[in-house]
């Protein structure tokens, strides 16, 4: 009610503009920026000590850990986890969920292969580079509008295409395995820069990018803004729709160079099994890295992070003669002890 007749104070003067920051802030409950910074001061803190605390264990108790090998295996495994984890965040910032992601990557990693394959020279490159990318965007748009201009639950809107994308994706390739070996396509993934793999270099200027666009700019403003409180913004003038819908957009975007990047590690594409589980993934390196599922908050530096202690955990309980099947269900208690954080912090 405080936040409604303050609205119209402002909007009864026409002299005074309205600034939807200030009178979000002005609402009860509104977090201010001291706390904000507080809370992710802390939340960083913790993730990094688990982190450290991991890589001080396998220096000590896995044999061969301390090689450049062992460093660049870690790093690129999770490099489709972050890229994908990155869109995940912007999602989960409006109070949503993307269960597509997998299926965005599947339709992405059918596409370009279809692409350089038939279409000779570097005009091939670029197209299966632009083209899939594209395709896998408008899977975005398809869940955004779902969730904007139908009003169904994420959830559920994700889900139409969790079930249906990897089958069009199937349906474009025939069902059928394609293998490739073209070495200016794969330098996304395979091609070093200083020694450093591409893949990753590209992974860390993502999460620079999009960390400064959540922090710096408007639209970063409106995406915390719509996921803590929808109803306020939209009172307060913020176009809540638009912002869910790029949100989906990129997280779709993003999903699809991810795909790009694992077929070009394989070699191949099979529909069948590219981003096979992914969104589950990205959703655990979210929780893991602190943003809060239910919504206002994206610490995409914080997904970086999550994303590293699950792979670092797998390796570690690879090493140790675990099964996989087991680091799932390490995993998931993972996953629910973030949440539990989450809520005592909160």
Request: proline share 3%; hydrophobic share 65%.
């Given at each position: 009610m405080a936040l409604k007749l303050h609205t119209e104070s402002l909007q009864t003067d026409p002299a005074r503009p309205v600034d939807t920051a200030a009178t979000l802030s002005a609402a009860p409950g509104a977090t201010s920026a001291s706390t904000v910074r507080k809370w992710r001061q802390l939340a960083m803190q913790r993730e990094v000590i688990v982190l450290l605390a991991m890589v001080l264990f396998n220096l000590i108790f896995t044999p061969h850990f301390w090689s450049l090998q062992t460093f660049n295996?870690?790093?690129?495994?999770?490099?489709?986890?972050?890229?994908?984890?990155?869109?995940?965040?912007?999602?989960?910032?409006?109070g949503g969920?993307?269960?597509?992601?997998?299926?965005?990557?599947?339709?992405?990693?059918?596409?370009?292969?279809?692409?350089?394959?038939?279409?000779?020279g570097p005009g091939g490159i670029a197209l299966a580079f632009v083209l899939p990318v594209l395709a896998a965007a408008l899977c975005g748009v398809f869940n955004g509008l779902l969730v904007t201009r139908l009003s169904v639950q994420p959830i559920v809107a994700t889900l139409v295409l969790f079930i249906a994308g990897r089958g069009i994706a199937q349906v474009v390739t025939d069902g059928s395995l394609q293998a490739f070996n073209t070495p200016a396509f794969q330098w996304?993934?395979?091609?070093?820069?200083?020694?450093?793999?591409?893949?990753?270099?590209?992974?860390?200027?993502?999460?620079?990018?999009?960390?400064?666009?959540?922090?710096?700019?408007?639209?970063g403003q409106y995406l915390l803004i719509t996921g803590g409180n929808?109803?306020?913004?939209?009172?307060?003038?913020?176009?809540?729709?638009?912002?869910?819908l790029i949100a989906y957009t990129?997280?779709?975007?993003?999903?699809?160079?991810?795909g790009l990047i694992s077929i070009s590690v394989n070699s191949s594409s099979d529909a069948n099994?590219?981003?096979?589980?992914?969104?589950?993934?990205?959703?655990?390196?979210?929780?893991?890295?602190?943003?809060?599922?239910?919504?206002?908050?994206?610490?995409i530096g914080g997904t970086l992070?999550?994303?590293?202690?699950?792979?670092?955990?797998?390796?570690?309980?690879?090493?140790?003669?675990?099964?996989?099947?087991?680091?799932?269900?390490?995993?998931?208690?993972?996953?629910?002890?973030?949440v539990y954080v989450q809520r005592r912090s909160r």
């Open positions: 295996v870690n790093m690129t495994q999770v490099v489709t986890i972050v890229i994908v984890g990155i869109g995940m965040t912007l999602v989960v910032a409006t969920i993307d269960l597509s992601v997998g299926a965005s990557m599947a339709i992405s990693g059918a596409l370009a292969p279809m692409l350089f394959l038939n279409i000779p996304i993934a395979l091609g070093k820069i200083a020694g450093v793999p591409f893949q990753v270099l590209l992974m860390l200027a993502l999460v620079v990018l999009f960390a400064w666009v959540v922090r710096k700019t408007l639209f929808e109803k306020a913004a939209y009172l307060c003038g913020v176009p809540t729709a638009t912002v869910k990129l997280c779709a975007a993003l999903a699809g160079l991810a099994v590219v981003g096979l589980g992914v969104e589950l993934d990205a959703i655990a390196a979210v929780a893991v890295g602190g943003t809060a599922l239910t919504g206002g908050k994206a610490y992070i999550g994303a590293l202690i699950i792979q670092l955990l797998r390796y570690t309980l690879l090493a140790h003669g675990i099964p996989d099947a087991a680091a799932l269900v390490v995993k998931a208690g993972i996953i629910v002890a973030a």
